[in-house]
């Protein structure tokens, strides 16, 4: 019997590799009333944006969890899961000419 497999995705058919896929929704909240309506941690007023940031910049996982206690690994996952999700979404939508 065929089990069905959540969570996880096919990367690439030809190597017919899997990865898991991290649920974020738990995680990353959005609420109209704070940071404008950015996606956030946990309802915190840190936003994935902020951490997205923080990581370009050079920063690990350790130096931000040591400067935002309330953070977990977790959370950093699930930012970067997010961003993921978020670009491949983007990635997929229909590309229209605009006429000049």
Same mark, same amino acid.
């Given at each position: 019997?065929?089990?069905?497999?959540?969570? =996880?995705?096919?990367?690439?058919?030809? =190597?017919?590799?899997?990865?898991?896929?991290?649920? !974020?929704?738990? $995680? $990353?909240?959005?609420?109209?009333?704070?940071?404008?309506?950015?996606?956030? $941690?946990?309802?915190?007023?840190?936003?994935?944006?902020?951490?997205?940031? !923080?990581?370009?910049?050079?920063?690990?996982?350790?130096?931000?969890?040591?400067?935002?206690?309330?953070?977990?690994?977790?959370? $950093?996952? *699930?930012?970067?899961? =997010?961003? *993921?999700?978020?670009?491949?979404?983007? *990635?997929?939508?229909?590309?229209?000419?605009?006429?000049?």
């Amino acid at each position: 019997m065929r089990q069905r497999v959540q969570n =996880f995705k096919f990367v690439s058919f030809r =190597f017919a590799v899997i990865i898991s896929v991290m649920d !974020y929704r738990d $995680i $990353i909240t959005i609420e109209p009333g704070k940071r404008s309506g950015q996606p956030c $941690i946990r309802g915190l007023r840190m936003t994935v944006q902020d951490v997205l940031e !923080y990581l370009a910049g050079g920063m690990t996982e350790d130096e931000i969890l040591d400067d935002f206690p309330d953070l977990t690994h977790e959370d $950093i996952r *699930a930012c970067l899961a =997010f961003a *993921a999700d978020r670009e491949r979404r983007l *990635a997929v939508l229909p590309q229209y000419e605009i006429a000049v």
